[in-house]
């Protein structure tokens, strides 16, 4: 016996069009309830983000788009800022201007400039270091406005970490003055332009007078006390340009870019003068303390720093030799 078989029809296909509106509308709202939970997350994760995220405008000069990581980072109106983009280029530091905007106006012919860093200055008046990267946004025809998209992220503690590092690897910690890999690494450049362009230079070589005497009979403390004394001396005497550094136990060198020997002598002989005049006390015993010093100046055969460098060590044990507390040249 044949069966004949009804086509079955769709699913509701039979369903009322009330229930079929109401199965829209429930559609509907759960797609908002599913995009207003991402609109929340985004801005969750704008609000805790450590970085500036933006949009610019390149044909209009305008910000359209700032996150909220500006008014922390900045301390300025993002509402400011996107009526008028002055409020950030006058954020930055001065001296860091120029750069910032050559910088940026550079990702017209690269598409990407990643390696932005400048300053900024807070409306508190802090001085805050950016990681400002720079992208076009892309473009879907040739004749759709330029936007431009960032990220500029505070690498201030950064920075500040970079410094003291590098301050670390390039000081004596005792007297603060440049360590001996740091001052010969200037002295070795300077030596060189100097060479290269036939201008003076000079070389200066200091070491504290009977050192082993200060700390054998006060004791170390009061030996350190006295390098941080000559130390304190040295910069406060030689010029601005001058190298200083202390490159021993009780040794120290200059280098006088553009210095003959003859100018240099008077830099160190009022240096030899200051430090005479310095004075110590220790539990009630008064002392002071004196240097031997050899000076040199470059040559026309000198091809290296270490010429000028053995020369004035020659020079400085025969201020030694000599009776010490004198400047000898070589």
Known sequence: MMVNKQP????????????????????????????????????????????????????????????PAYERIFGRSAGLLLADYNEWRDSIYPDDLDYAERTLAEVLEKGAVEDREYRIISADGQIRWLSDKCFISQQSSPDQRVIVVGIAEDITEKKHLEGELQRLATTDVLTQSSNRRHFFECAHREFEQARLEGRDISFLLLDID??????????????????????????????????????????????????????????????QREIQRLSFNHEGQVYGVTVSQGLTGRTDEDGILDTLFARADVAMYQAKRQGKNQIVLG
């Not at 069009?17 to 991402?38: C, D, F, K, W």
């Not at 983000?49 to 996150?67: C, G, H, K, P």
Request: hydrophobic content about 45%; aromatic content about 10%; overall charge negative.
């Open 8 to 67: 079955q029809s769709p699913p509701f296909a039979h369903m009322p069009a009330a229930a079929e509106t109401l199965l829209a509308l429930m559609h509907a709202q759960g797609e908002v309830a599913r995009l207003s939970e991402r609109e929340q997350l985004f801005s969750s994760l704008l609000v805790s983000v450590n970085a500036v995220l933006w949009a610019f405008d390149w044909e209009a000069q305008r910000m359209i788009y700032v996150s």
């Open 210 to 271: 009977d050192f082993k005497v200060i700390n054998d009979t006060y004791g170390h403390q009061e030996g350190d006390q006295v390098l941080q004394r000559i130390a304190e001396t040295g910069r406060a005497v030689l010029r601005r340009g001058d190298l200083f550094g202390r490159i021993g136990g009780e040794e120290f060198a200059a280098v006088f870019p553009g210095c003959s020997p003859e100018v240099a002598q008077q830099i160190a002989e009022r240096l």
